[in-house]
Every structure is written in structure tokens, then in C-alpha cells.
């Protein structure tokens, strides 16, 4: 059971290069979140999914797109990356238990924009 | 959901209990209180959750007041392990969408 996984772990791109990271969960989680973290700073949310096929906008959306074709799979793309943009990663994937929200995260995804 | 204010920063030495206060005196009777924790690098952990009652796992101990509007969250033995980013977190109960971290509170556990 491999959880929340993240890829690619590290990826050094030049501005206006595009990506695309992968998020895959293994635990039929419906509920999936893109978070970016700069240095010494908080987790802040990018966007998320309450389900396939769904996606809303977080507290910084900007540069970012997202798409949840398959359940199990959460994509953050970046169409032209700037230096702004470099940060780490993180996606979560959610369950209920009681009516909890609790949250598994992935390793993260360091990106650094050139 | 309800803001929380947390102290941005404490020191525990290693093998004592770890108090970590959360003020949050706009909770609503249909919010939980969390708590994650990340180490450094890695991805947040959750660690516990509760409505208004006392609540204990292998982790950790959450206190919640009798009125709610503030809790505790206890490392009984502090390890240099638990040096991490403490995060507490309100939201209402079985409501997903937004979920927001705040600034936490970094923990440093001293030999």
C-alpha cells in the first residue's frame, strides 16, 4: 500500500518551460489537494478535487492548472514556468472517518525554475 | 471554519511532556479540532482530532477546555523526532473543500 506518491521528486525547469506533476493515491481517497510550500513558510493551497472530474481554485491558483480524469490520479501542470514558481510540492489525498477530515500527504515535489 | 492562534515557536527538552497551547474561541459546536505535525521537509502527518471530548492515541494526547474555545495537544515523552511544525487546525464536521494550514507552531526538542 503505497499511499500518496509523487512524481517527479526533483525537477530543475528554465522559464517558460511547462510540466506537469503526478499524483497518484492508492486508497480510493475522493477527495485530493496540490499544496505549495516556500522556504520558512506555511503550507498554502494551489487547488483541489472533491471528487473525478471536479477541481476548484485554493488560495493561490495563478500559473497553475489541475485535472482529475481518473479517481485515483490528481495533476498540477504548469503552462510556462516562472522563477515565482519555485517551491516544494505537496499533494494530500482525504477520508472521512466519523465525519473527520484527515489528510494523507505525499513526499513533496522540489521544483526549481531557472 | 474558525480561525486558531497558535504560539510560533517552543522548546522541549527531550524526555519531558510537550504542551502545545491552540486558541480557538470562535469554534462552533460542529467543529473539530486537529492537529498535524511536519518534520522537516517532509510532508505533514496527521496526528489526532476531536469534538469536545479528551482524546488519546499512540501519538499523542489532545486536552480540549470544557467551553471549547482552547486545547492541548501532548507529547507525553519528547523525542528529538517530534522537532517539527505543529499545525492546528478547526473545521466543521464531515465538510471537505478548502482545507488551509496555518502558521503553525515550530517545536524544538533539545537533547
Known amino acids: 500500500n503505497a499511499g500518496v506518491t509523487q512524481t517527479p521528486k526533483f525537477r530543475v525547469l528554465k522559464t517558460g518551460q511547462s510540466m506537469t506533476l503526478l499524483c497518484a493515491q492508492d486508497?480510493?481517497?475522493?477527495?485530493m489537494y496540490w499544496y505549495r510550500q516556500d522556504p520558512g513558510m506555511g503550507l498554502r493551497l494551489i487547488h483541489y478535487?472533491?471528487?473525478?472530474?471536479?477541481?476548484a481554485k485554493g488560495e493561490v491558483p495563478d500559473g497553475y492548472n489541475v485535472s482529475r480524469l481518473k479517481k485515483q490520479n490528481f495533476l498540477l501542470g504548469l503552462e510556462s514556468a516562472a522563477p515565482s514558481q519555485t517551491s516544494v510540492y505537496f499533494c494530500a489525498s482525504g477520508s472521512g472517518f466519523s465525519g473527520a477530515n484527515v489528510l494523507t500527504f505525499g513526499a513533496g515535489s522540489r521544483l526549481t525554475v531557472l | 471554519d474558525a480561525k486558531t492562534t497558535q504560539p510560533p515557536s517552543m522548546d522541549c527538552a527531550e524526555g519531558r511532556a510537550a504542551n502545545l497551547p491552540c486558541n480557538h474561541s470562535?469554534?462552533?459546536?460542529?467543529?473539530?479540532v486537529y492537529w498535524y505535525r511536519q518534520i522537516h521537509s517532509q510532508g505533514p502527518q496527521y496526528i489526532i482530532h476531536?469534538?469536545?471530548n479528551n482524546e488519546t492515541n499512540e501519538m499523542a494526547s489532545l486536552i480540549i477546555t470544557e467551553d471549547r474555545k482552547s486545547s492541548t495537544l501532548i507529547l507525553p515523552h519528547a523525542t528529538l523526532r517530534d522537532t517539527a511544525v505543529y499545525y492546528c487546525?478547526?473545521?466543521?464536521?464531515?465538510?471537505?473543500?478548502?482545507?488551509?494550514f496555518g502558521a503553525g507552531t515550530q517545536v524544538v526538542v533539545t537533547p
Open positions: 487546525i478547526v473545521r466543521v464536521v464531515d465538510s471537505w473543500g478548502k482545507f488551509q
Open positions: 486508497m480510493n481517497h475522493e477527495y
Open positions: 476531536g469534538l469536545k
Open positions: 470562535t469554534i462552533s459546536g460542529n467543529e473539530y
Open positions: 478535487s472533491v471528487g473525478e472530474g471536479t477541481t
